[in-house]
């Protein structure tokens, strides 16, 4: 892989990624001409570069993508706009940092969620949720969550897939070495 294409592949990526934030953030949805444009991207550079290779590379990245993340989707976990984007990020990276993005963002994720949550509801809202977990254990009956709860709440899960993506791309050894040669020519 030349190291132009993949310079290209992790400033588009970041791009999107950095557009999906701010929309996630400000409308709590991605929109689709934004990840359309990142699987578009994602397929013309990667068959441009590596033509027929590069297309199966984009098929499998952007495949793998959605195989791994259409679970959430069904039960309601993540968006349909967060599994479309993480599919442009395949399609644009490939399946190998696409599927370790994909389990960063898992761990990320957890750990900004229960944040985000905990400085919305408090505390308090920790413990409506804990005692309305246990009544449901306990009664045998699911009840609602109630206003003020952390589990009645929304939250944007774009952050979670780029600082995912980040962490997949910072133990990448081809994105690595991109990073110190071009910090090598720029500062020497």
């Known amino acids: 892989m030349a190291d132009y294409q993949l310079l290209l592949q992790v400033i588009i990526a970041g791009i999107f990624l950095v557009l ?9 949805k991605i ?16 068959s441009y570069f590596a ?13 793998l993508a959605f195989i791994i993340l259409f679970p959430t989707f069904i ?25 370790w993005s994909i389990a ?9 969620s229960s944040l985000l949550v905990i400085w919305r509801s408090g505390f308090s809202g920790c413990f409506k949720t ?11 009956t699911y009840f609602k969550p109630e206003e003020g709860e952390v589990a009645g709440q929304r939250v944007p899960y774009a952050p979670a897939l780029a600082i995912g993506w980040l962490w997949a791309c910072s133990l990448n050894q081809d994105i690595s070495y991109l990073y110190s040669s071009i910090s090598h020519s720029l500062f020497s």
């Not at 999906?20 to 709590?28: C, G, N, R, S």
């Not at 929109?31 to 990667?46: D, E, H, Q, T, V």
């Not at 027929?52 to 098929?59: A, C, E, I, T, W």
């Not at 960063?104 to 900004?112: K, Q, S």
Request: aromatic share 16%; charged share 10%.
């Open 51 to 63: 033509h027929l290779s590069g297309l199966m590379h984009s098929f499998i990245g952007f495949s």
């Open 31 to 46: 929109p689709n001409w934004l990840c359309l444009f990142a699987i578009f991207c994602g397929f013309s550079i990667n």
């Open 20 to 28: 999906a934030i701010v929309f996630d953030l400000t409308k709590e």
């Open 75 to 99: 039960f309601k976990i993540l968006g349909a706009g967060d599994i479309k984007l993480m599919m442009g990020i395949g399609a644009l990276m490939g399946p190998q940092l696409v599927v």
């Open 130 to 140: 804990l005692k309305r977990y246990w009544d449901c254990f306990y009664l045998r």
């Open 104 to 112: 960063y963002a898992i761990v990320a994720g957890a750990i900004t």
